[in-house]
């Protein structure tokens, strides 16, 4: 396997360096061979190569099965300054589906216990134009009282991020998908996305299917979400349901993510690179290593690696062991442990 590492921005060269270690170990326990590349982006890609996402970057991860990008610092990027953007990675190598696990921890505070959602998000459409356009914007303001905005939905971006969900939820013990759009309304735009997933489910007889209004499901999460088991949307919709369902478990830092393409998939962590807490190696590793975690599992099916699969399995029995055992946990889990600590106690747990 050739796998790349992208720290990223802020506390993003804090967390993924644990991700990192977790994942050494767990190849080390079954033996999976992995060479390992690191290539800068964000900041750092700026820094060396005018650029936050080089060239030699994007031409290294060409080559790789997948890799680990740690959180960008875009918000406090300089303005105005088309070199300092949000790397356009998804887009760049087509990244359709985001895969958000919502999985709650007895001994964690959250709002509901014994939640276990896989939310499937479309990356490459809706209204967010970085990923719909190859140049200029779907918005426009053609004077100071209107703007007008586009949305994109095609049938092949709908099509493979419900054939993505059903997989998913076919090695899931409840299987069961819940499509989320707004058909009766957006007719065309959500009717496309509904009409796919509804082709998709004729294929999986053995996968329980149902649709739901966006704005029902928003409430029924927060209100019963056990009731819920794979969740498949379109882009804009996903991005506002995954972070209801990192609420319902305990917040961002319990929210991994895979971006997953074709041939390559991208472990990416959906909170943010908190400057305001770098550098005191405070910040919660969970999710960046449950991501780390998720690239291992996607990379074993997508390759037929049992190795990479039983690695995937002893980083979420080690994790889910550290966070049962409470003795080292971050601050913003109830604990009292760093960064470095908490991973390694999880890189430890694989080799017992």
């Not at 990008?69 to 760049?92: C, E, F, L, Q, S």
Request: overall charge neutral; glycine content about 10%; charged content about 25%.
């Amino acid at each position: 396997m050739k796998i790349g590492i992208l720290l990223g921005d802020d506390i993003g060269l804090e967390v993924v360096p644990e991700c990192v270690k977790v994942m050494k170990a767990a190849a080390a326990r079954t033996g999976l061979a992995v060479d390992w590349h690191e290539f800068p982006i964000g900041k750092a890609g700026h820094e060396a190569h005018g650029t936050t996402l080089p060239k030699v970057t994007e031409d290294g991860l060409r080559g790789m099965d997948g890799w680990i990008m740690g959180p960008i610092g875009h918000n406090a990027y300089p303005r105005n300054d088309p070199t300092w953007v949000m790397p356009p990675v998804r887009k760049k190598f087509d990244l359709f589906a985001a895969l958000r696990p919502s999985l709650s921890h007895p001994n964690i505070a959250s709002i509901h216990k014994n939640v276990d959602i896989a939310f499937f998000r479309e990356l490459t459409e809706g209204m967010l134009y970085s990923e719909t356009v190859v140049a200029g914007a779907p918005e426009f303001r053609p004077n100071d009282d209107i703007t007008v905005a586009m949305r994109v939905i095609t049938r092949k971006g709908s099509n493979r991020v419900a054939r993505e969900a059903f997989e998913m939820a076919r090695t899931r013990p409840r299987r069961k998908v819940t499509a989320a759009h707004k058909e009766p309304v957006y007719r065309l735009a959500c009717g496309m996305f509904a009409e796919e997933c509804r082709k998709v489910a004729k294929e999986y007889p053995d996968v329980e299917f149902e649709e739901m209004m966006i704005d029902s499901i928003a409430m029924k999460l927060v209100a019963d979400p056990r009731r819920f088991d794979v969740v498949v949307t379109t882009n804009q919709f996903g991005d506002i349901l995954t972070d209801i369902g990192a609420g319902l478990v305990g917040g961002l830092g319990l929210a991994p993510g895979l971006c997953i393409g074709e041939k390559q998939a991208m472990a990416q962590a959906t909170h943010g690179s908190a400057p305001d807490i770098f550098g005191q190696n405070i910040a919660n590793p969970y999710a960046m290593i449950v991501s780390g975690q998720m690239l291992l599992g996607w990379l074993g099916r997508k390759h037929k690696e049992p190795k990479a699969s039983t690695a995937a399995d002893l980083i979420q029995k080690a994790v889910t062991r550290t966070i049962a055992e409470a003795k080292h946990l971050t601050k913003d889990l109830g604990g009292k442990a760093s960064t470095a600590q908490m991973g390694d106690a999880i890189a430890t747990a694989i080799s017992q």
